[in-house]
């Protein structure tokens, strides 16, 4: 008799435990929000600095900024003649069929030449000329923002 009534006792100690540590059906979102603002601010602070990084010194114009959705294919003349395509020195008569395959929207593509001030006018005109001669029409000068003063 004893042993029947620690047996039925312990059962309902069990229920009862069981009962006071239900599963919750809430999910807890905090360590979510966390995490993703966290991750908002890594990308705020990196976006900036995923720009071409071929370091070239641009020269200055008063010409409005163009707005655009789409990461653009950038060509950059250093001032020694070099060619690079996204930031991947390339020789310059392989500049046109590297850059037919990556471009997605063929001809369409829209692309920026980069140019050192101190280049001379020839090497930059080279690009845009052979660019011009494969096709390519929607092609960009990239240059600094003037600074007023």
């Known amino acids: 008799m004893g042993?029947?009534?620690?047996?039925?006792?312990g059962s309902n100690g069990r229920r009862r435990h069981l009962r006071r540590h239900a599963p919750m059906s809430e999910i807890n979102v905090t360590p979510f929000?966390?995490?993703m603002l966290v991750l908002l601010i890594i990308f705020m602070v990196a976006a900036p600095?995923?720009?071409?990084?071929?370091?070239?010194?641009?020269?200055?114009s008063r010409a409005k900024q163009l707005n655009s959705e789409t990461q653009p294919i950038t060509i950059s003349v250093r001032a020694g003649g070099q060619v690079f395509?996204?930031?991947?020195?390339?020789p310059g008569d392989e500049l046109i069929p590297k850059l037919?395959?990556?471009a997605k929207n063929g001809y369409d593509e829209r692309l920026y030449?980069?140019?050192d001030k101190s280049t001379d006018y020839g090497s930059v005109m080279r690009i845009m000329g052979a660019l011009n001669q494969a096709g390519y029409r929607k092609i960009g000068l990239v240059t600094?923002?003037?600074?007023d003063g």
């Open 3 to 9: 042993m029947s009534v620690g047996n039925g006792g």
């Open 100 to 102: 037919k395959a990556i």
């Open 49 to 60: 600095l995923l720009t071409v990084g071929v370091p070239i010194d641009l020269p200055e």
């Open 113 to 115: 030449v980069r140019g």
């Open 144 to 147: 600094l923002q003037e600074q």
């Open 85 to 90: 395509l996204q930031e991947t020195e390339i």
């Open 33 to 35: 929000v966390d995490v």
